[in-house]
């Protein structure tokens, strides 16, 4: 069974959606015994840092997520929550990948919205994904440049497109929003 981490956040039923797509069973939950059993853990959303981490932090989930051995998919808030601190709020996050979140400059349009694509790619989820596929973005704050950084993509400045640690994986971009690539890397991500 996949586990879609349930919180303040965004976006959760479309990655639901894309999940049952590729024929895996899931469920949206935010209890503690469903997500340490669960095969895998997608953590996704679109929203704001400081009040998603109340959430989490008043049902005790900072601590399960944190804690947890099986494969985790952090996508857009859910890869920034796993960084260090969001200047978003000034919110301390849950300090899995050792980089901060920060807020673009706002040179260029902000937010970073629509199709871009990546560089220096280094991880198995982009197995059988084109090197100059482009996948889509929705994002004001962005994570740093950091050593568990797997892709970069360059707006206003260079920004962790995708990153992992141990178990835990985490795409700044939307899979469930960027087409047949999007769902190759969800299957990719599924299938570990």
């Given at each position: 069974m996949i586990a879609i981490v349930k919180?303040?956040?965004?976006?959760?039923q479309s990655v639901k959606n894309a999940v049952e797509r590729l024929g895996f069973s899931c469920i949206v939950t935010d209890d503690?015994?469903?997500?340490?059993?669960?095969?895998?853990?997608?953590?996704?959303g679109v929203g704001e840092a400081s009040s998603a981490m109340k959430y989490l932090k008043e049902r005790k989930l900072d601590v399960v997520i944190k804690n947890l051995t099986q494969p985790v998919l952090g996508i857009c808030l859910g890869q920034q929550l796993l960084c260090n601190i969001s200047e978003e709020g000034n919110t301390k996050c849950l300090g899995i990948f050792d980089v901060n979140v920060k807020k673009f400059e706002a040179k260029e349009k902000v937010p970073h919205m629509g199709w871009n694509n990546l560089s220096n790619v280094k991880s198995n989820l982009f197995n059988g994904i084109a090197t100059d596929a482009d996948f889509y973005f929705v994002h004001s704050y962005y994570a740093e440049v950091g050593e568990n950084t797997t892709s970069i993509c360059?707006?206003?400045n260079p920004f962790s497109a995708s990153m992992q640690k141990d178990n835990f994986y985490a795409t700044q971009f939307h899979p469930e929003k960027s087409s047949k690539i999007g769902e190759q890397l969800l299957l990719n991500f599924l299938k570990m």
């Open positions: 919180y303040n956040a965004g976006n959760i503690e015994t469903e997500l340490k059993s669960a095969e895998k853990v997608i953590f996704p360059n707006y206003i």
